[in-house]
């Protein structure tokens, strides 16, 4: 299948500090790319979907100015979460996926955030 | 709120033994996923299954689909150690084509 790749992998950062992270699709263009965010034990928690030059669509719930994401290219999405605060501290996983793709998500292995 | 349920939330079995888990959805769907997740790690896509299908079958995995009870549940046969992981299904939204909403999931260990 389709490769998506996330980066950073770990990010330990202190309160009040803004994070990036970036979901690159490698070997297909990415018309769509979707942010989830997943909690210790729990399930993976949509936050926004992102289409290549157009804002992000955000979920009911997650704070647009908080949670900035930038679709600049098809194959590159960023997630900054600004001022970061400890309860920010989760996985955030990245998916992609193309018309080509039909339905279909590619996930990257993830981004682990702890915020002191 | 998530589009889907899954049941068992954990299950524990002696390897060799057949797993079977259950996830159930609210809304009408196009298609329904199954992943996997290892802990603290990406997801690993399993099987798609579409609305006008009843079954499928990868390898040791077995998914079937009641659109009518608005159910589906994946089979694994012949369990090993290594299955021990996370078990998702996802919808799609219904009126939107492209966004997957992930049900609660099951946790499986499989006794070595």
């Known amino acids: 299948g389709a490769v998506v790749s996330q980066h950073p992998s770990r990010v330990i950062c202190k309160s009040g500090t803004s994070v990036k992270i970036e979901c690159r699709s490698l070997d297909f263009q990415a018309t769509t790319m979707f942010w989830y965010r997943q909690f210790p034990k729990q399930s993976l928690m949509l936050m926004a979907t992102s289409n290549e030059g157009s804002k992000a669509t955000y979920e009911q719930g997650v704070e647009k100015d908080k949670f900035l994401i930038n679709h600049a290219s098809l194959t590159l999405s960023t997630l900054t979460v600004t001022s970061a605060h400890p309860e920010d501290s989760s996985f955030y996983i990245c998916?992609?996926?193309?018309?080509?793709?039909?339905?279909?998500?590619?996930f990257g292995p993830g981004t682990r955030l702890t915020v002191l | 709120s998530q589009q889907g349920e899954e049941d068992p939330q954990a299950l524990s079995i002696q390897e060799g033994e057949n797993a079977t888990m259950n996830c159930s959805y609210k809304t009408s769907i196009n298609n329904l996923q199954w992943y996997r997740q290892n802990s603290g790690r990406g997801l690993v896509h399993l099987i798609l299954i579409r609305s006008n299908e009843r079954e499928k079958h990868s390898g040791r995995l077995r998914v079937t689909l009641d659109t009518s009870k608005k159910s589906s549940s994946l089979l694994i046969t012949a369990s090993r150690a290594a299955d021990t992981a996370s078990y998702f299904c996802?919808?799609?939204?219904?009126?939107?084509?492209?966004?997957?909403?992930f049900g609660p999931g099951t946790s499986l260990s499989v006794i070595p």
């Open positions: 998916s992609a996926a193309s018309e080509v793709s039909y339905n279909e998500q590619f």
């Open positions: 996802a919808t799609d939204a219904g009126t939107s084509y492209d966004k997957v909403i």
